[in-house]
């Protein structure tokens, strides 16, 4: 675990670079959460999937897998890993404040 700021605020992240309390998270935070993953500037299809994580998160319990996400988010699969190309529900998850989903690597 580590401390650090992050859009100007003080944040703690477990050893992948996942914040452990999503209740902190705020746009500024994954606006530089994306820079330091090499995305940006956010579109309007990254903020569909980063706030299609949250709202998962917190009615579900956890993000969606990959194929989910490409099924129930509106942005087909391909598209997907246009925006997020590391992997895309790791890294939306990680943009989105949210735990790491079940099944990602």
């Not at 956890?62 to 790791?90: N, Q």
Request: proline letters at 8%; a neutral charge; one cysteine or more.
């Amino acid at each position: 675990m580590s401390v650090e700021t992050i859009g100007g605020v003080e944040l703690e992240l477990n050893d992948e670079g996942f914040l452990t309390d999503p209740s902190q998270w705020n746009e500024d935070i994954a606006v530089e959460l994306a820079r330091r993953e090499g995305i940006g500037p956010l579109t309007d299809r990254h903020w569909q999937i980063i706030r299609f994580m949250r709202s998962e998160y917190e009615t579900k319990g956890s993000g969606p897998s990959v194929r989910m996400l490409g099924k129930t988010s509106g942005v087909p699969i391909k598209e997907l890993y246009e925006l997020f190309p590391k992997g895309p529900a790791k890294l939306a998850a990680k943009i989105a404040g949210i735990p790491k989903p079940r099944g990602c690597i």
